[in-house]
């Protein structure tokens, strides 16, 4: 699905309360829509181990594919940011893992800022299985 649903934002911006975020007090939410249209709420969870700490993306993503989903329509990125949150090389090499290039991606700051980009606008050039 390329226009993203009110209600898939609504889930991501929800997800910002739920964030562990003790360290950086930065929260962001993460809303992973697959293909039947289950929605993964996504928090980051940080650690004192500082690099211990797993984004709200890919927290979506584990949950989703540790249920045993791999298909995916649309992921949206929330951030308490006044410009569009944007994710982390980590998370966009896990959004290649799993994601159709083509995949749309929708972006949330604060006050309705929102962006939507692809996979691929996102990650150019990606490492895949291919090239394994
Ligand atoms: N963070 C995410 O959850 N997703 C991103 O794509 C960017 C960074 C988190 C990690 C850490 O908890 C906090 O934001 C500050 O880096």
Not at 14 to 33: I, N, R, T
Not at 77 to 92: K, L, M, Q, V
Not at 95 to 102: G, L, T, Y
Not at 106 to 113: E, H, M
Request: proline share 6%; charged share 20%; aromatic share 10%.
């Amino acid at each position: 699905m390329k226009d993203v649903k009110q209600e898939w934002i609504n889930v991501a911006v929800e997800a910002l309360d739920k964030a562990y975020v003790p360290y950086s007090h930065f929260p962001v939410g993460a809303c992973l829509v697959t293909k039947s249209g289950k929605m993964y709420q996504g928090i980051n969870i940080e650690n004192a181990s500082f690099g211990l700490t797993n984004c709200a993306e890919r927290t979506a993503f584990f949950k989703a594919v540790s249920d045993g989903e791999k298909e995916f329509i649309h992921l949206v990125i929330a951030g308490h940011t006044p410009e569009p949150i944007s994710p982390c090389g980590a998370c966009r090499q896990v959004m290649v893992e799993f994601c159709a290039p083509d995949m749309p991606v929708t972006l949330v700051g604060d006050n309705g800022v929102v962006k939507t980009m692809t996979v691929k606008e996102l990650l150019p050039y990606a490492f895949t299985e291919e090239d394994l």
